[in-house]
């Protein structure tokens, strides 16, 4: 694909990261003596094709990837090809070039401070390197939380070699980024909750899930059959501090529907197996209320209460009825209060992960926002 230009014009930033990319990968090989000449004429020979195409970032960093690759010739005391010299010694003495060059080498951190070898720990992926290219402070891993880790052998927190990186200056410095605090001139930006959590699940490490803010809402689902309404609310449980959520089937987690929504969120909620019949359900409510609980059903009932002016009990189980039919008649007796959402539209009724996902942050807002003084951020 480098040596086809059908191509270029719909790929221009991905060829610019694989000249990055193809630069330290062969670094690497050196290092580790583990290069051979043949790669490395063919390397350059691919990159090259690239130093004279009109897209000036294409260019620019193929120029930078021949330039700094070809001293491993001298280092591994192999003649440079005569053409890669020729090209090389054009570039470093031509006044564009040089003016390139300065910019992409000097001033570009993948090229002039990142170090695939000694640079690429925990430490400098998670915080060194997103500090350098403008990342908000909030959506950055803090050293504290970097250094509780307890990775595999092969992933260091710490390299030894600590990347002390300048914040860039100026925008031309900024090779990937716009500078945060000058588009906060003109625009509102959308900022995402960065789930460190998950990334961190496939590297081997294991959060304390203690840790984590919950309460103590219990979400009773056996009644929902749909896989994607279910995935839906366990990803709205784990974000809102759900304690536990009760399926029917504990095999539900496995459900191609249930994880396409659920993004990982039964890793970090715990789930509770009764399956729906009418007596282990009862049994199941006279359980929870023995133990403190009191039983909250989503649904318009001729005594229900609208969930404006109800107080959830901190100790709360959220019972939610059928996709279709709402809660059965025979479980409507053994429910302490029903709560109903107050609508204005002519449909009679919300989809059940909605309705649910509503009470749920009701719930939270009651009892976790406002006893730990949390400040809300927009999902």
């Not at 925990?122 to 997103?130: A, E, G, K, T």
């Not at 409507?332 to 942050?361: F, K, T, Y």
Request: with cysteine; charged share 20%; glycine share 4%.
């Amino acid at each position: 694909m480098m040596g086809s230009s059908r191509t270029v014009s719909n790929s221009n930033a991905f060829l610019s990261a694989l000249f990055s990319i193809l630069y330290h990968h062969m670094m690497y090989l050196n290092t580790k003596k583990q290069i051979t000449k043949p790669l490395l004429d063919e390397t350059l020979q691919k990159v090259s094709v690239w130093t004279s195409t009109n897209n000036h970032n294409v260019r620019s960093f193929a120029c930078c990837c021949l330039v700094l690759l070809s001293p491993v010739y001298d280092q591994n005391n192999w003649d440079l090809p005569q053409f890669y010299q020729v090209q090389v010694d054009f570039i470093r003495e031509s006044c564009d070039y040089s003016k390139l060059l300065s910019k992409h080498i000097d001033k570009n951190v993948y090229f002039s401070k990142f170090n695939i070898i000694t640079d690429l720990c925990l430490f400098n992926i998670f915080y060194s390197l997103p500090q350098q290219f403008n990342v908000l402070e909030n959506e950055c891993v803090t050293r504290r939380e970097i250094e509780s880790f307890n990775p595999r052998s092969d992933y260091p927190v710490f390299s030894g070699h600590f990347m002390e990186l300048p914040k860039p200056e100026s925008r031309e410095q900024c090779d990937f980024t716009i500078r945060f605090k000058d588009l906060t001139e003109f625009t509102s930006l959308q900022k995402k909750i960065t789930p460190w959590q998950i990334m961190a699940t496939h590297l081997g490490i294991e959060f304390d899930r203690g840790s984590t803010i919950k309460g103590e809402l219990v979400v009773f689902a056996s009644l929902i059959s749909k896989g994607n309404n279910l995935g839906g609310l366990s990803r709205t449980g784990e974000i809102f501090g759900v304690k536990t959520m009760v399926v029917n089937n504990l095999e539900v987690l496995n459900n191609k529907d249930f994880k396409s929504l659920s993004m990982t969120s039964e890793k970090w909620i715990d789930f509770e197996e009764v399956p729906y019949d009418t007596a282990p359900t009862v049994e199941y409510f006279k359980k929870m209320k023995r133990l403190g609980y009191t039983i909250v059903g989503v649904e318009q009932a001729s005594d229900s209460v609208s969930l404006d002016k109800f107080q959830f009990p901190r100790m709360s189980v959220l019972v939610l009825g059928r996709e279709r039919d709402g809660i059965p008649v025979e479980l409507l007796s053994h429910l302490d209060v029903c709560v109903e959402i107050p609508q204005l539209g002519l449909i009679r009724s919300l989809n059940v992960h909605v309705s649910a996902s509503i009470m749920i942050w009701e719930y939270s807002k009651q009892h976790l926002f406002a006893d730990k003084n949390l400040k809300t951020e927009g999902c």
